[in-house]
T-cell receptor, first 110, second 114 residues
Framework: TQLLEQSPQFLSIQEGENLTVYCNSSSVFSSLQWYRQEPGEGPVLLVTVVTGGEVKKLKRLTFQFGDARKDSSLHITAAQTGDTGLYLC??????????FGQGTILTVHP | NAGVTQTPKFQVLKTGQSMTLQCAQDMNHNSMYWYRQDPGMGLRLIYYSASEGTTDKGEVPNGYNVSRLNKREFSLRLESAAPSQTSVYFCASFGFWLGGNEQFFGPGTRLTVL
């Protein structure tokens, strides 16, 4: 079973600060995905990283896939209150299944 | 185009009661999934259906059964609910979207077992 470990589990910051969330595994993944979940809703896909060393940017969010394809990070620049939510990394398995990390709960205070 | 829909949104059961959670998708996806989400544990796969007519166990199947009624619908049944099944349940489907494969999630069912 491929496991994904996310850190930190909780992050509480002030608006305008930068932050990084990490997703690590001892296994190699063909790709990794990041999902964001708001209270009362299901997760929504933010990005998929496929190539080792790949960097993708989504406005203030920067996603990186490790060279060895065992880890990924999510960096948010100048966090806003609207970034508050649960961030999940996920790796693919057979039949479209996903293995999820345990998630990082981000709270951005005004 | 509603995506993935789930009913009910909230449910309270007593220990030993049974219920069925309903899920439907209108994206013509072959694969569908049921997850449960508990604090600090991410999403754990209960059952999945790779295609119409097939179902298979995931990571935490005990106490649950599923039915893939047709391509659109995938239901989850709790035969005899237990307090350990208090959780938020998500249904998802898997398909190709905007250049990549993605799971699409429903809004969830919040279940409390007393």
């Amino acid at each position: 079973t491929q496991l994904l470990e996310q850190s930190p589990q909780f992050l509480s910051i002030q608006e305008g600060e930068n932050l990084t969330v990490y997703c690590n595994s001892s296994s190699v993944f063909s790709s990794l995905q990041w999902y964001r979940q708001e209270p009362g809703e299901g997760p929504v896909l933010l990005v998929t990283v496929v190539t080792g060393g790949e960097v993708k940017k989504l406005k203030r969010l920067t996603f990186q896939f490790g060279d060895a394809r065992k880890d990924s990070s999510l960096h948010i620049t100048a966090a806003q209150t609207g970034d508050t939510g649960l961030y999940l990394c996920a790796g693919p398995a057979s039949y479209g299944k996903l293995t999820f990390g345990q998630g990082t709960i981000l709270t951005v205070h005004p | 185009n509603a995506g993935v829909t789930q009913t009910p949104k909230f449910q309270v059961l007593k220990t030993g009661q049974s219920m069925t959670l309903q899920c439907a998708q209108d994206m013509n996806h072959n694969s569908m999934y049921w997850y449960r989400q508990d604090p600090g544990m991410g999403l754990r796969l209960i059952y999945y259906s790779a295609s119409e007519g097939t179902t298979d166990k995931g990571e935490v199947p005990n106490g649950y059964n599923v039915s893939r009624l047709n391509k659109r619908e995938f239901s989850l049944r709790l035969e005899s609910a237990a307090p350990s099944q208090t959780s938020v349940y998500f249904c998802a489907s898997f398909g190709f979207w905007l250049g990549g494969n993605e799971q699409f999630f429903g809004p969830g069912t919040r279940l409390t077992v007393l």
